[in-house]
């Protein structure tokens, strides 16, 4: 995204890669970094976003999206419930979800955890062998 915004002693122009839009009310909204993003089909996908979703359900509390490349689509997500719930799983928080991503967006799985991994910056560990069910 091109900004008038620029970092303080380096000349213009000059890229971020960050991502985000501006709504029709002159509101910017922040979407995360581009070193996020995976080619699916052709076509950029952004895993912050689909982590962004994920957690604006009331359902999730945190929740970690990785690209695996296994299948056509190698989008998994792992996600913590605010707390256990009947009837709450992967298929209806994908539901939920195909109100806000694109088909392409979708990850293939969801996959309810306990806890996901974080390093001791408090970041969260991208390696979703890391996550235990």
Known sequence: MDTPWHVEGIDMPFSLKDMGYMDESGNFYFEGRSDD????????????????????????????VVY????????????????????????????KLRETLAHFEMPRKIVIVYEIPKNESGKIIKNNRQIQK
Do not use: H, M, Y
């Open 37 to 64: 993003i995976v080619n699916i089909r052709g076509r950029k996908v952004s895993l912050l976003k689909i982590q962004n979703r994920l957690e604006q359900l009331d359902e999730v509390q945190e929740a970690s």
């Open 68 to 95: 695996t490349g296994k299948s056509d689509t190698g989008i998994e997500a792992f996600v913590v419930l605010k707390e256990p719930a009947a009837g709450v799983d992967g298929r209806r928080l994908s539901e």
